[in-house]
């Protein structure tokens, strides 16, 4: 016999067996009420051992995908709405029942090919999953930006006597004040303080006085609670700096700034900037004075990288040019920069220019290499049109080119179009300013024992967690050999930038490792912990939903939804409810006789 069943006749023996009683009961005053009293309690009891279950109708998109991600608000979640997830880690939560998860989002899209439209919350989609969005209708519903650090910098590798700068911003969404320290060898070494409800770019310096790898701890305090403790691994070595002569026709913002920029990172510079047809201004940055009045082998012989603008190049008597171009082909790096609507120096006009454009003003998302730089807004007359044997280096989001390089005997020849990068610098955002001009710098200035460019991928790389390897090899027919501490990695190579080949390994320490290319000279990296920089990453997943979404807004797919039949519970505190108060009421009108 169904239990259910047995449940129910045995409540009606026993309601019967109470109505008995209390119609027998001497005391016959509130009879009905003792009785109809009896009735609930052994009815809320049954209900109590017997659910009650309803129908709604339930409606979905069968064109829509709701996908939750880590940081949602968990009070988010749609009426009605079947909701996904890609994080595993949201189903450790309470409310894991109400979401489905997908472990392969472009899997599950190929399985569906009727989603015509992704709507995302929380923190957003990984880039990979990005990836299989890319012809869909897709909706970002962001959560905060995290409390704590969302961008930060710091050169990885430094020579010996200059300063360790830790540059970043931070966002304190506390209510009270947060104090970030920079500490090292069990010291406090600099530390600035974030108002509540504050964000602040900071700057952080301390001059080691070691040489080697070290690890420092960046520390976020809140009065007795540490927020937040990370690690600022990088490595000092005995190197010379780079060595750079800036011939500017003019002094113009964009060298005022790159000027102090180049002071205070200790670049030997030499600054001379034309008064007149023979007269010059000279500054000598972190360097002894040597006479720079004529462009001649002795004078160049001294820098690695040249930076003028095409307008001084074109000044140069046809003797310096000559000795100019001799001095890359042994090796000298020049850096131009092209602040007219089109080329007049014999160098610049070695690359290939697209007709200038009549846009002015506009805001540019610049991506260098693999990185996305935040937006400028400049005045851009010219692009590149890429030509063989050409390294681009900076592009639009449009994927026009405005930093283009090329090999030139030993040398490198690298010009930029872009006419004032100091906006970053105004506008707060000095990362992006450090970024573009130091990848600049490197790429283009002299290379020593056939010195190879490399960059990792993420800039924090994680254990067990994807990372790349991009190597530069000027002689882009060759391939490279790639050994991470002792595994030989299967490097691929660009098919548009012949001369960048990529490795990819997921690190499985975390701590210091080596890197070996083409049995040079070892270098080494650092691999963070899983959760460490967790408030970069963060931010940085916004950002790329964020920018995702503006360049997919577009009409919203035209919904469908199909109706299905839900089964739900009422809820058993009801009648729990119920039970104890009648039964509370049979109590106290017992004692009352």
Known sequence: ???????????????????????????????????????????????????????????????????????????????????????????????????????DLAYYLAKHPQVKQVNVYGNGLASADLASIKKLQFTFHPSAFPSGIPSIYWDRQ???????????????????????????????LDSVVINKKESISFSLTHTPKLVGKAVYKLIALSGKDTLSQEEIPFEVIEKPPVKVLVLAASPDFEYKFLKNWLYQNQYPVVFRSRISKDKFSVDYLNTKSTSVDKVNQSLLQQ?????????????????????????????????????????????????????????????????????????????????????????PVVFTSEAKIMVNNMMYGSGKIMVS?????????????????ANFWTELINKSAKKYN???????????????QQANIHIENPEAGNPVSILVDSLVLAPLQNKYM???????????????????????????????????????????????NLQIAKVQLQKPAELLEKSEKEKREVSKWWFFFLFLMSAGYLWAEGRMD
């Open 1 to 103: 016999m169904n239990v259910h069943y047995i449940i129910i006749l045995s409540a009606l023996i026993f309601l019967a067996f109470l109505l008995f009683k209390e119609w027998k009961r001497e005391n016959s005053s509130r009879l009905w009420i003792r009785m109809i009293g009896s009735a609930i309690a052994v009815v809320s009891l049954v209900l109590l051992l017997i659910p009650i279950k309803y129908e709604v109708e339930k409606k979905e998109s069968i064109n829509e995908l709701v996908i939750f991600t880590e940081g949602v608000n968990l009070d988010s979640l749609p009426k009605n709405k079947k909701v996904y997830t890609v994080d595993s880690s949201l189903l450790q939560k309470n409310f894991k029942t109400k979401l489905t998860y997908i472990p």
């Open 158 to 188: 430094i020579i010996s006597t200059h300063k360790l700068q830790v540059q970043g911003t931070y966002l304190n969404n506390l209510s009270k004040p947060v104090q970030l320290v920079l500490k090292g060898l069990g010291s406090n």
């Open 303 to 391: 820098f690695d990288l040249l930076i003028a603008d095409d307008a001084e190049l074109a000044l140069l008597s046809a003797s310096e040019k000559l000795t100019l171009e001799k001095q890359i082909e042994q090796g000298l790096g020049l850096l131009i920069r092209i602040n007219e609507n089109k080329p007049i120096s014999v160098f610049s006009k070695k690359f290939a220019y697209g007709a200038p454009s009549t846009i002015r003003d506009k805001s540019y998302r610049l991506k260098l290499m693999e990185n996305l730089l935040s937006p400028l807004e400049i005045d851009q007359p010219l692009y590149f049109n890429l030509k063989s044997g050409n390294q």
């Open 417 to 433: 179009t872009i006419p004032a990068t100091y906006h970053w610098f105004l506008n707060g955002l000095k990362i992006d300013y």
């Open 450 to 464: 056939n010195q190879l460019q490399y960059k990792i991928e993420p800039a924090f790389p994680l254990i067990n």
């Open 498 to 544: 012949p001369f960048v080949w990529k490795g990819t390994f997921w690190p499985q320490q975390k701590g210091w490792h080596s890197l070996k290319v083409n049995q040079q000279s070892a270098t080494s990296f650092y691999v963070f912990g899983e959760n460490s920089w967790s408030s970069i990453r963060d931010a940085d997943k916004i950002k790329a």
